[in-house]
C-alpha cells in the first residue's frame, strides 16, 4: 500500500528531474552525502512533533529498535553530530517512508524520494538563509512549472504573536500546527480548532486571527516593527529585524518578486527555529481574474538551529538552515503535462541502431556493433539471426533511435557502413 512501480518512461522522467535539481544543488558547491535507510528508533522519536505517529517503526531485530528514515534532515543532523562536524554544505536524494494513509490523499505516499539541500555551521545572519530561498527560485524557474510564489516567515515572529495574544508557551507548538493549516482551511475552522480542541481563549484566538491573516513585502515588515505590542517583544522583534535583512539579501538576488512574507505559514514541524519557507505553484487557469489559487507545496524547509545539539553527547549546538524539493509533486504535475501533450518520451539513449539489409550477416552486425560498443556509443541490434529492413528501421522509429549503421553485402565487399538518418531518410556512405 502506499508504494508505486516505475515503468520505464516514469523512470526516464524522474531521471531528467532529479538531474536538473542535483545540477542545482552542486552549482552552489554542495557535497552529497548518503545515510543508511534504517535508523534507530530513538533518533527519530520526539523530533517531528504531532506528525509522529507517522514514522515507520520495525519489530525488535535482535535487541536494536530501528524505524525507516522519515525525511533526510534528522538524519543529517546525527550525522554531523557522530562525526563532530561543525560545518558543511551537503545535498542528500534518497526515499523516506511514512506510515501515510495513502488512499486517502491524492499524491501521498509511504515510499517517496525527497531532494535536499542544507548549510550547517555558524555565519552571518540571514546569508545562507538567502541561498536557500535562491535554490528553490532556480529549481521552480528552470523546471517551468508556471507562476509560483515563495511564502516566507520565522518562528520567531510567530512564537511573539503568539506570546502578545496571551498564549501560554505551553501551547506555542499547537498552536503552530493549527496556523499550519490556515492554507487548506478557512480561518473560522482553524480558529474553533484553537479554542476547542487547542484550548485557547476566544480572545487569544481572534487576536491571533488579525496577525495571521497579514501577507505583503518589507513594508509590511515595517509596519510590525512599529506594532506597539509586537515591537515590545524581544523574540519578535529579533525575528523582525532579521526578516527585514532576508529581503534586503533577497533584493540583490532579485527574486524578491516571487516571495512573500506571510504570516500564516507556520510548518507543521517542531524542529524549526527562525526562517521557515514554502514554496507553493498557482493555478493559472482563472477565467474570472480572481486571486491565483495554490496547487499545493513543491519546496519547503528553514532554520533548524537546536537540532543538532539533540544528538550530540555534550549538547554542542551547530545550526543549520535547509530546503527539501518536493520531488513527487513536482513529479506528478510533469507527469500529467506529458500526458497532454501526448509527447512520447525516449526511454532509452541509444544512438545507432546496426542493421543488415540481407541474410547471414549477423556475424557484420557482431562486429561492428562490438566497435560501436568499444568506442563509447550506444547502440543495439535485433537478437535475430536476419531481421528484414523494414522490421530494423521501424524498431527505430518505434523506440526514437536517431540512426542506422547499415552493412550489407555491397558495403562489406566496398569497406563502408551506409549511415541512415532514420527521420529523413537521408543516407550517407562512411
Known amino acids: 500500500q502506499g508504494t ?25 558547491g554542495a557535497a552529497a552525502i548518503d545515510t543508511p535507510v534504517l535508523e534507530l528508533r530513538e533518533t527519530l522519536v520526539g523530533k517531528y512533533g504531532e506528525e509522529a505517529k507517522l514514522i515507520y517503526e520495525l519489530q525488535d531485530q535482535g535487541g536494536e529498535l530501528l524505524a525507516l528514515r522519515y525525511d533526510l534532515t534528522v538524519p543529517f543532523a546525527r550525522y554531523l553530530a557522530m562525526n563532530k562536524i561543525t560545518k558543511m554544505k551537503r545535498y542528500h ?70 506570546a502578545v495574544c496571551g498564549v501560554p508557551e505551553s501551547k506555542f507548538i499547537p498552536a503552530c500546527t493549527t496556523v ?43 509596519q510590525l516593527l512599529q506594532d506597539p505590542k509586537l515591537s515590545q517583544n524581544k523574540v519578535a522583534k529579533e525575528g523582525l529585524g532579521d526578516m527585514k535583512l532576508l529581503f534586503e539579501y533577497l533584493t540583490l538576488f532579485g527574486i524578491t518578486g ?21 514554496a507553493v505553484l498557482l ?9 491565483p489559487v495554490s496547487v499545493g507545496s513543491v519546496a519547503g524547509g528553514g532554520r533548524y538551529d537546536g537540532l543538532v545539539g539533540m544528538f550530540d553527547p555534550k549538547g554542542r549546538k551547530v545550526p543549520c538552515v535547509g530546503v527539501s524539493i518536493g520531488i513527487e509533486r513536482i513529479f506528478s ?14 526511454t532509452t539513449e541509444t544512438q545507432v541502431l546496426v542493421a543488415t539489409p540481407q541474410k547471414h550477416l549477423l556475424a557484420a552486425r557482431m562486429k561492428l556493433i562490438s566497435e560501436l560498443w568499444d568506442a563509447g556509443i550506444k547502440a543495439e541490434m535485433l537478437y535475430k539471426k536476419d531481421p528484414k529492413l523494414l522490421k530494423q528501421l521501424q524498431y527505430c522509429e518505434d523506440t526514437g533511435i536517431p540512426l ?24 550517407v556512405r562512411v
Not at 531521471?15 to 536538473?20: G, P, Q, V, W
Not at 487557469?285 to 480572481?290: P, R, V
Not at 562489406?412 to 543516407?427: F, H, Q, W
Open 4 to 28: 508505486r512501480d516505475h515503468p520505464p518512461a516514469q523512470a526516464a522522467l524522474r531521471d531528467r528531474l532529479l538531474s536538473a535539481v542535483v545540477s542545482c544543488f552542486k552549482r552552489h
Open 93 to 162: 536524494v534518497a526515499k523516506v517512508y511514512r506510515r501515510d494513509n495513502p488512499a486517502t490523499t491524492r499524491g501521498r505516499y509511504r515510499e517517496f524520494y525527497q531532494c535536499d539541500f542544507d548549510i550547517a555551521g555558524q555565519f552571518d545572519p540571514m546569508i545562507p538563509d538567502a541561498e536557500c530561498l535562491k535554490i528553490v527560485h532556480e529549481i521552480l524557474s528552470d523546471l517551468q512549472l508556471g507562476d509560483f510564489v515563495i511564502k516566507v516567515n520565522d518562528r520567531r515572529i510567530l512564537n511573539g504573536v503568539f
Open 180 to 222: 499550519d493549516k490556515l492554507d487548506k482551511l478557512p480561518w473560522e475552522e482553524v480558529r474553533s480548532e484553537m479554542v476547542g480542541e487547542k484550548g485557547l481563549s476566544p480572545e487569544a484566538a481572534d487576536h491571533i486571527g488579525e496577525y495571521v491573516q497579514l501577507h505583503g513585502g518589507l513594508d509590511l515588515i515595517e
Open 258 to 278: 516571487k516571495i512573500s512574507f506571510d504570516l500564516s505559514l507556520a510548518r507543521g514541524l517542531d524542529y524549526y527555529t527562525g526562517v521557515i519557507f514554502e
Open 283 to 291: 493555478q493559472q487557469e482563472n477565467e474570472h481574474g480572481e486571486e
Open 333 to 346: 504535475i510533469l507527469e500529467q503535462r506529458l500526458e497532454a501533450s501526448g509527447e512520447k518520451l525516449r
Open 404 to 427: 542506422a549503421a547499415i552493412v550489407g553485402e555491397q558495403e562489406l565487399a566496398d569497406g563502408v557502413v551506409k549511415l541512415r538518418d532514420v527521420a529523413t531518410r537521408k543516407e
